[in-house]
C-alpha cells in the first residue's frame, strides 16, 4: 500500500484519459448513479441489468443497453459490477469470455469472498480489482461529497483505470490482497453500526421527557465528532501493545459509571440491551485483572492474538 492513496483527497489523479468504454452490469439505485456520473462525463457506457426496464431508464441519457452479460462485456475491456451480491455475480458471468478483461467488483461482499471471486477472475484470463463503496447513490457523481470507494486486488488495473474510477466517487487503493478493501468496508460499517446504536440509545432516553429529539441531535453530533479522534489513541495501542499508554478514563472508572448508565436508562423505561454486550465485555476485561487500561484490551476478547 502507498501511503499517498490512503486518503481519497491527497492523491493525485494521472492526466484524464480519453473517454474509457464501461460496461456495467447492474442498474439498481447504485448502479444507476455510477451510470449518471460516467455519462456526464462523457464515457460510453453498456448496461446490462436483470430486470430490462432499469436499464431501459438510462438509454434516454446516452448509455446502450446490453441484452445479456455477455453482450455487455464484449462493449469493452473495463467491467463494473455492481449486483445484489456474490452469487448473482457467478450466475450474471457464468460462460462468458472474460479473456482480456479487466473486472472491478463494486458489489457488496465480504473479504473471502473477494479472494475467492479474483482467483475465479485470475483463472478466465481477467485482471480484477474488489470495491467497497463508502457512499450512497446521491453522493455517487457529486462534488466535494465526501464519497469514495475502497479499492484492493490489481496494481495495474487500478494505476490504469484510475482516473475513469475517479469519476463517481474519490478512490482509495487498500493493497494487492483482493479481500482488503471489502475488509476495510465492513470495518467503518461496523463502527457506524456501534455508534448508530449509541445515538438511538440516546434518543431512546428522551423519548418520555419533555425534551426535542431536534434539541439533543445537534449535540449527540457535536459530542461524538470530539470523541472520535480517540480512534488514534486506540490504534497506536494496539500498535505498541501498551493499552495503559495515555489513559484518561480506565476500564476500573468506566465500568463504575456504566452502572449509572444502567439505573438512568432503569428510571427511563428504556432496554439496555444496546448496551449490554459492550458492557459485558468490560467488565469481563475487569475481571481478568485489566482495570487499569483504557478498554482497547476488549479487542483481546473480540479477537484473541494467536500463538
Known sequence: MNDNTLSPTTAPLPAAPDPTPVSLLGAGAMGTALARAWLAAGHPVTVWNRTPARAERLAAEGAVVAASPAEAVAGGRLVVLCLLDDASVGEALDGV????????????????????????????????LDGGIMAVPPMIGAADSGGYVFYSGSSELFDEHRATLAVPAGTVYVGADAGFAALHDVALLSAMSGMFAGVLHAFALIRREDVAPTDLAPLLVSWLAAMAP?????????????????????????????????????????SPELLAPYMSLMERRLTDGHGVEDTTGLVELLAPRGD
Open 230 to 270: 480517540m480512534a488514534h489513541q486506540t490504534a497506536a495501542q494496539l500498535e505498541s501493545g501498551d493499552f495503559t499508554e495515555g489513559v484518561v478514563s480506565n476500564l476500573a472508572m468506566q465500568v463504575a459509571g456504566n452502572a449509572t448508565l444502567l439505573r438512568t436508562a432503569e428510571e427511563q423505561g428504556v
Open 97 to 128: 469470455d472474460l479473456t482480456g478483461r479487466d473486472l472491478v467488483n463494486l458489489t457488496t461482499g465480504t473479504p473471502a469472498e473477494g479472494r475467492t471471486r479474483a482467483a475465479w477472475a485470475a483463472e478466465r484470463g481477467a485482471r480484477f
